[in-house]
């Protein structure tokens, strides 16, 4: 089972690049996407017949949003994770297979005044509320954009960035809560070394010199790493300012 997550950075522009064909050629049997900063009445376009989407859009015209295209239906879907005051920037869709919970998230930016860090951290601490809930009825697949990079090796120039947002200390330690609470950053499992980022800021030729940060992640409950097969990265795949990631499943 192949699951790819993207944040395209706005849905109806990257229509107009390469999303059909990108689909078309890899066949995800899931695939979550974030930023899409629509809703599925502002989206002029039939998909492929096998997929069922699956919409969180924000209150706010042309902001956030999240949806999940996927070949099997799920048993159930929700929106949300049952917080009043983080859910109407359309963030998170749940949906539920036979073996585990899929929750496709874009994680709040704390911005670069860092004046939503507090709110970030009460985000962080509510979600993982919700997914270790979730967890307790079967194990949870987690993706999307975290908005942070955990560790120095997770972006090009940690050292210049040690208090810009996606680097704090608070930001990183809500991740590490994560991993402590036992979720798995998959890509980590196959990989250990540095330069291997997801996003890369649009100006200059930062792409092109590699110098990004890894802000996408799929992380999983500690009952499906013997199910996990591999985990990746597409870097090549232009379109958004992010690129996709993603992993296969026994």
């Known amino acids: 089972m192949k699951l790819i997550s993207w944040n395209v950075n706005g849905l109806r522009a990257v229509l107009k690049k390469n999303f059909l064909e990108y689909l078309d050629a890899e066949q995800p049997d899931v695939l979550c996407l974030q930023e899409t900063k629509a809703s599925p009445d502002q ?13 969180n859009s924000a209150q706010k015209k042309g902001y956030s949003g999240t949806v999940i ?31 585990f919970f899929l929750v496709n998230v874009y994680v709040p930016n704390s911005q670069r005044e ?5 709110y970030r951290q009460q985000w962080d601490r509510d979600f993982l509320a919700y997914l270790k809930a979730l ?7 987690m993706c999307g954009d975290l908005n942070v990079a955990h560790t120095e090796i997770d972006l090009a120039n940690p050292k210049a960035n040690m208090k810009n947002h996606g680097f704090t200390p608070e930001e990183r330690a809500g991740f ?4 402590q609470a036992g979720f798995i950053d998959t890509f980590r499992e196959f990989e250990k070394a540095g330069g291997h980022y997801t996003w890369w800021s649009p100006m200059g030729t930062a792409r092109a010199r590699n110098i990004g940060w890894r802000l996408d992640y799929f992380l ?31």
């Open 220 to 250: 999983v409950s500690a009952a499906l790493r013997p199910k996990l097969k591999r985990a990746f990265i597409q870097p090549h795949i232009t379109g958004s300012d992010h690129c996709p990631v993603g992993i296969e499943l026994k």
């Open 135 to 141: 967890e307790k009825k079967k194990p949870v697949v």
């Open 69 to 99: 295209f996927t070949k099997t239906r799920p048993l159930q879907f929700t929106t949300g994770i049952g917080h009043e005051h983080h859910d109407g920037e359309g963030r998170v869709v749940t949906a539920e297979y036979d073996g």
């Open 114 to 118: 860092l004046a939503r860090l507090p």
């Open 176 to 179: 590490t809560s994560f991993v």
């Open 43 to 55: 989206v002029e376009q039939l998909w492929p017949a096998h997929y069922t989407t699956y919409w």
